[in-house]
């Protein structure tokens, strides 16, 4: 049997079996042993994470699949964004993933598969509040794109996006894995974003991502689809030597893309709840990311003030000095940190 | 099964196969046993070779060779009505029901039921870990196996301080030379939980940011001279080794609080009034505490602070803390 590089077993909630996703992503996934469960609740996953989420669950997102973007938190300014759940898992594997922490009790890979309901559920919401514009990502518990070529979502997402009026979507990705967006008409209602980190970051700790060059070479062809494109430099890292390795990606960034073809840019520097850091250097023993000068705010461990305000504001210099007409949006920052931003 | 007495050279002392004690203390055991004599009877395994293996028993035994006690009195099984796992599991409650198992001693166990007796990790974590007092969770398992890292002396050190097994499994990641490294400061301490956790991290921290060893790092900051200094109490020691450590571990937020504490000094404010920031200077706010009985304490904090604002001194600590 050939054996997936993404995974060694599909589960089948049999309330998904009918629909059409899941005869699909089964087509998709030949030779990978699939079976039929009764309730994926009660699936017992392998303890290393590496291996539970090579399992894949096919079931449906019942519950509140279109919401708020979950990672408000007291004192943090979140940035209106609302996310939409179609997966839960990532096949990446970076060392900073919430996901080790925040899916520890279900750290199967679930595809959601009753994506027409989901986008009906968005559909409604749209239409109750035609007087506000919504920003909408499904980047929370997966990589957008990651599993897009056994799903082929985005060929109902972008269109079902080019339709409404009062909504941009964004896909959020580490991933080059966009061959699907290129023929879609998308009436500029979907921008294709990418995290970017300096090549040593990617390569130490952003395992199974893509490149930066990658990174930016996908943007190139997204731009040359007709699309908008954004970065999130985020999370940022900062290292002996941060200055020079982030003003080169911004460099590298402009030389693959021109300022008009950015919808945004945001900063954001490495965060993370406590109890992450545990579960993280237990299973990346070599990463030295967690050894910077952190200290608790809101709930969880930023950068000391001052370090991440140097970074935001120098970041925001080497962009401008770019593309002028710029400003780079901070990404689940602090109230006061925000309000300084602008007089940095 | 029979009761005998036995020479205690009989019995294979170097055999801990049913062994779950650790570092037992025997000065009581040894008064008892000098006055009335053994008074339960150990238990033994006769071998297919013909010795004696210590099924349950271990303190009374080793208090009788230290007391050079010719014979003690004994209940022996033979090979084929004991088996070894039975044997160890007696030896286990025979533990378990009279005292509460030491952190070693409970590592031993489940490194035993593993390695030696093939039980599953699960059926330790189900049934074995609520036996000895444990919360049902691999977590707990695995801190217990991590254990195996530890140098004797610190598996001693472990159990003359009490170290909870969240301290003595962050030691366990460290190689055996830095162990005793870290022994030569700890057994000058005596911190809680927290604090030894807290100094244990900032100590591998330092080390992994800066590439170096941890021995490089106790020698560099001079942790060996802040701790052995006679004169010190241990509490202040624990303060000052957290201090230094701290300070190298967070040197920009540290050389901030120090210049916070100076510009707060410049005020002159009287002695019961605090001037408090946010430890983390993430909130901007800051917040004047006074307390007074009488009209003229409030008239000496007004006069205080208006002097502060007259020579500028407020506008620079709200200047300093806008950086
Ligand atoms: S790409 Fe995103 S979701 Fe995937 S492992 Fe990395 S941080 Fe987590």
């Known amino acids: ?344 | 099964m029979i009761l005998q007495f036995i020479q205690t050279n009989q019995i294979n002392s170097s055999d801990d196969s049913f062994r779950v004690t650790f570092s037992p203390k025997l000065e009581e055991l040894k008064n008892s046993i000098k006055s009335v004599g053994v008074i339960n009877p150990i238990t033994l395994r006769h071998t297919q070779e013909g010795t004696y293996q210590l099924v349950t028993g271990y303190k009374r035994f080793l208090a009788c060779q230290e007391l050079n006690r010719q014979t003690i009195p004994a209940l022996i099984y033979e090979p084929h009505d004991l088996s070894p796992m039975q044997a160890f599991l007696y030896n286990l409650h025979d533990n378990i029901f009279t005292r509460t198992l030491n952190v070693i001693e409970k590592f031993n166990v489940c490194l035993k039921l593993i390695k030696v007796y093939a039980v599953s990790e699960e059926e330790v974590v189900r049934q074995y870990l609520p036996l000895m007092g444990e919360e049902p969770s691999y977590k707990i398992l695995h801190q217990y196996l991590a254990l195996e890292q530890l140098i004797d002396s610190m598996r001693s050190h472990v159990i003359e301080t009490g170290m909870a097994l969240s301290s003595a499994n962050r030691i366990a990641e460290f190689s055996p030379s830095t162990q005793m490294s870290l022994l030569s400061v700890l057994k000058h301490v005596d911190p809680s939980t927290s604090k030894l956790n807290e100094l244990l991290t900032l100590i591998r921290e330092i080390a992994a940011r800066d590439g170096t060893s941890v021995e490089e790092i106790l020698q560099r900051y001079q942790l060996l001279t802040i701790v052995a200094d006679p004169s010190v109490a241990a509490p202040e020691k624990v303060q000052a080794l957290r201090q230094t450590l701290r300070s190298v571990r967070l040197p920009h937020l540290t050389e901030r609080q120090h210049q916070l504490t100076s510009l707060i000094q410049g005020l002159q404010l009287p002695d019961s009034a605090k001037l408090i920031a946010d430890p983390y200077f993430e909130d901007p706010k800051l917040k004047l505490e006074y307390q007074f009985s009488r009209p003229d304490e409030l008239n000496t904090l007004i006069t205080k602070l208006q002097e502060a604002f007259d020579k500028q001194q407020w506008q620079q600590i709200f200047e300093w803390y806008r950086v």
């Open chain 1, 1 to 344: 049997m050939k054996s997936n590089p993404q995974f060694d077993q599909v589960w089948i909630d049999r309330g998904a079996l009918l629909y059409p996703a899941t005869q699909f992503i089964r087509e998709k996934l030949i030779g990978v042993p699939a079976d039929v469960v009764d309730d994926v609740k009660f699936l017992k996953h392998p303890r290393d994470p590496a291996l539970a989420k090579r399992q894949l669950v096919l079931t449906t997102n019942k519950g509140v699949a279109f919401k708020p973007c979950q990672g408000i938190c007291e004192g943090v300014v979140c940035c209106g964004y609302f996310t939409i759940d179609i997966a839960s898992g990532c096949p990446c594997d970076c060392t900073y993933c919430i996901l080790q922490h925040y899916l520890s009790n279900n750290p199967l890979t679930l595809i959601y598969v009753n994506i027409e309901e989901i986008l009906g559920a968005v559909q409604k919401h749209l239409e109750a509040n035609a007087g506000h514009h919504f920003r909408i990502g499904t980047g929370e518990l997966s990589d957008s794109l990651a599993y897009d070529h056994i799903t082929n979502y985005s060929k109902t997402i972008v269109p079902f996006f080019a339709e409404q009026k009062n909504a941009t979507f964004e896909f959020k990705t580490k991933t080059a894995n966009i061959d699907n967006l290129l023929g879609l008409r998308h009436n500029g209602r979907t921008v294709v974003s990418w995290s970017l980190n300096p090549q040593g970051i990617i390569a130490s700790e952003e395992k199974g991502s893509v490149s930066l060059l990658e990174r930016l070479e996908a943007a190139k062809r997204c731009i040359g689809a007709g699309y908008r494109v954004g970065f999130h430099f985020d999370p940022m890292i900062n290292f002996t030597g941060w200055e020079d390795a982030y003003q080169g990606v911004v460099e590298e960034l402009f030389k693959h893309v021109q300022p008009a073809a950015i919808a945004w840019i945001s900063l954001g520097s490495l965060r993370f709840p406590p109890q992450l850091k545990n579960v993280a250097e237990k299973r990346f023993p070599s990463t030295k990311i967690f050894t910077g000068e952190f200290v608790p705010t809101n709930g969880k461990v930023r950068y000391f003030r001052p370090i991440r305000e140097e970074m935001y504001s120098k970041m925001r210099g080497w962009i401008k000095s770019h593309a002028p007409q710029i400003t780079p949006y901070l990404c689940m920052e602090t109230q006061a940190v925000i309000e300084r931003y602008d007089s940095l």
